[in-house]
């Protein structure tokens, strides 16, 4: 029996021969003793070929097929050209090193494999020796293609799609939040500090941005004039709040001020600034991740609420295993385990709280428009976790659903039944897929049309030569000299000249076939006299 060994390298694969014994029991002493030795070890094992992989594309290709059992064609092919064919008097036996893919090549080669005995100290010698082995190959080539085609797999392996990113959502909703707090307290700050220099401010100018952007541009209160009227006016947007500013500097109470404190309250005031504008960008940021990752989340509850909900379970898949009843208290832990501890009534709602609908809704009713609510989050979030084509069809339509249930708690009017909407919005999803598979096929047109212009262009240039050296040649035959801009206009015609060319050949193959037809009867006669 022929043992034949396969090592599947980061480089490619090897195929080894196994020194013939009657079993491959036997063998196992030798190995043992021998695969610390290199001369001893290569008097059984021996190498028969070597298959590389071409690029490290190919390589992360073929060690992915192999981790879920698959046969590469590489693998497939090599084997099938380089491993002799199994006779009756001498059987051939593959050993490798995985039991799925012994199955695989065993169903896909008709080879009997093996990966017990003495196949797992071969394939250990072998890792050992394996650089000495092949010729061409060292320790360092081996480290490099083992570390890099390492990275490639883990890389793939923990890889997600860009598309579902809710791991941004997480971080840029936690830093959200921070940047609120932070632009609060200071804010707050320096409300307090220019309120030495002009406490009037306050009172003119209550929001904190604003109250920011008016301390930088103001400075020193003695500074205000007539002239600076219009730069209040173009950041209070209100020609009053600029006219009692104004006023109010030149009758103000507040001590004055040094220039080295003017110098940090106005550095602090611009942070101030820049932070409050970076948070609208962020909320910006996250509205776009939202419409992204979770669209009929968003448009049922809101970006904020919708990534707080993503946050606080994990992520998007998590968030879609919940039941409602663990959606509706999500964000009340503590108030819920006290109330357990307590034997108190248990919390109504969670993160939900801040979502419009809760905060519309009567008292008595609060808990019921949350329980509703927490249910169509599920339906929302199953919806964006598991759907192949995103879209806000679903949100709106579980949106109309809650609202109709709040003008049912109020007004007592009856809503629509769960199944009739749902119904509505799987067909207007069909109608909004076919419209965004045509759009995608006119974007494609419009590519292809974009990509052909220099062929076009080319052509077109081709057919004006052929157009003017045709009207050369008719202007000859007519024998009549005719002025520049009839050989002009008759290039530009060009689908006049296509059609007289298309038609031309018709007429004369018409002709032709007369001139046959008479000379066919004038044979007819001369053979008949």
Known sequence: ??????????????????????????LLPQVEASVMDMARFNSIVKLVGFHPFKTAVAALNNVNAISEGLLPDDLSSFLDTTLPKSAKKKPVTLGVADAKL????????NVQCSHIGAVPEILRGIRQHFSSMVKGFSDQSAAVAQLGLGHSYSRCKVKFNVHRSDNMIIQSIALLDQLDKDVNTFSMRIREWYSY???????????????????????????LTDESLAGLEEITMDADKAQ???????????????????????????????????????????????????PNLATLIGDQVGARLISKAGSLTNLAKFPASTVQILGAEKALFRALKTKSNTPKYGLLFNSTFIGR???????????FLANKCTIASRIDCFTETPSTVFGEALKSQVEERLKFYEQGETPRKNLEVMKEAMELAKQSAVQESKKKKKNKRKLEETNGNGTEMNGDGEKSAKKRKKSKLNDTNDGGNEDAADADESTLNGSALLDNSTAQPDVTNGEGKKKKKK??????AEVEA
Do not use: C, W
């Open 244 to 294: 009692a500013i104004l006023a109010a500097s030149k009758m103000s109470m507040g001590m004055d001020i040094s220039m080295i404190d003017l110098m940090n309250i106005e550095m602090f005031a611009l942070r101030v600034i820049k932070l409050s504008d970076y948070r609208q960008q962020l909320s910006g940021y996250l509205h776009s991740k939202m419409t992204s990752v979770a």
């Open 361 to 371: 809704a009567n008292a008595k009713n609060k808990g019921r428009i949350s329980r």
């Open 1 to 26: 029996m022929a043992l034949f060994v396969l090592y599947e390298h980061a480089a490619g694969y090897g195929l080894f021969s196994v020194k013939e014994f009657d079993e491959i029991g036997m």
């Open 197 to 223: 220099h002009f406490p009037e401010l306050v009172k003119i100018v209550p929001d904190n941005y604003m109250f920011a952007k008016v301390a930088h541009y103001i400075k020193d209160r003695k500074s």
């Open 519 to 524: 000379k066919n009867k004038n044979r007819d």
């Open 102 to 109: 012994g199955a695989a090549i065993a169903e896909a080669l």
